[in-house]
């Protein structure tokens, strides 16, 4: 039966443990940066220093990872690994052309923040949840319809 591979234990509370993980990261990111990171314009928003990004540069990135890795490795493992190094490697460019906007237009402000400088802001969460309401029902939608194919 081809549904069996979906939903098998001991895959299953691994893999929805980085979905969820993996989505509280991008939840944070989100509650810092709001909608300035679903731009698809080109545009650069203010430079965001805290909560995530002062550990991370990239954790909207990290958290797309980690949610590919979750939703591959429901079918196994290593396709769960396989996931996330395509994911990983898809943003490469992405990244390297995301660093050029934002120095060409932070300037020294950006070279501080890559040597270190954070901030202490506070999370906006209602800005957080609003941002990610696409991204938590496509993921919400996804899981349940994998849920539904397993029990059939």
Request: net charge positive; with cysteine; proline share 7%.
């Amino acid at each position: 039966m081809g549904c069996q591979l979906l939903l098998t234990e001991p895959a299953l509370g691994p893999a929805v443990a980085l979905i969820l993980l993996g989505e509280g990261v991008r939840l944070w990111a989100a509650s810092h940066i709001g909608r300035p990171s679903r731009t698809r314009d080109g545009s650069v928003g203010p430079l965001v220093r805290s909560g995530p990004y002062a550990r991370l540069q990239n954790p909207l990135y990290v958290g797309n990872t980690l949610m590919a890795a979750g939703f591959g490795a429901l079918s196994s493992p290593p396709l769960g690994l396989a996931w996330a190094l395509v994911t990983a490697l898809f943003y490469v460019p992405i990244v390297r052309w995301e660093r050029q906007r934002l120095q060409a237009t932070h300037g020294d402000a950006y070279a501080a923040y890559r040597d270190g400088a954070t901030s202490d802001a506070p999370a906006d969460w209602r800005r957080g949840v609003r941002s990610e309401r696409s991204t938590l029902l496509v993921w919400s939608v996804a899981l349940t319809a994998l849920g539904l194919r397993s029990l059939l």
